[in-house]
């Protein structure tokens, strides 16, 4: 199972971070490779982006259902619609005191079927790149709203 986190301290006030991580809509487009998303209901959305897995190249298909929920943190589910590759991720902000809010984003994927014993390692590569990404991506979006 390929993981990855990445945490950065984002000097913006913690709510405005927190109103940020809630619009899936502001974060959706910064996921490297982004093609288009479709927002289906509070929770779930489908999230097309171009994945770069070294020698291969293609679009790949997600559903993101968000499956807890609070101010400072959003967790979702990932299932592969266009490949047998599904996950989890969570997106969490800390406060320390006297210091500016910190967002830890941590994803999980694995590959299932047929291509898994291919697949499964180019994840391992691609996923704690894709979270660090995202969440440099989130940062400076973050400080732009």
């Known amino acids: 199972m390929a993981t990855g986190q990445y ?3 984002i000097n913006v006030q913690k709510n405005k971070l927190e109103g940020f991580i809630h619009n899936k809509e502001q974060w959706a487009i910064l996921i490297p490779g982004y093609l288009h998303h479709e927002l289906l209901n509070e929770d779930d959305m489908i999230w097309v982006f ?6 291969i190249q293609k679009a790949v298909k997600v559903k993101l259902k968000v499956n807890n929920s609070d101010a400072h943190q959003i967790q979702f589910d990932l299932e592969g619609l266009s490949d047998p590759i ?12 006297n210091e500016s809010p910190q967002l830890t984003g941590n994803l999980t994927m694995k590959a299932s079927g047929f291509l898994a014993g291919m697949m499964n390692p180019v994840l391992d590569n691609f996923v704690p790149g894709l979270i660090e990404q995202l969440v440099e991506a989130m940062a400076i979006q973050a400080l732009q709203d």
Do not use: Y
């Not at 171009?50 to 020698?55: A, E, L, P, S, Y």
């Not at 599904?86 to 005191?97: C, H, L, T, V, Y």
């Open 86 to 97: 599904n996950g989890n991720g969570s997106f969490e902000i800390i406060q320390n005191q």
């Open 50 to 55: 171009q994945g770069d897995f070294g020698i």
């Open 7 to 9: 945490s950065k301290v």
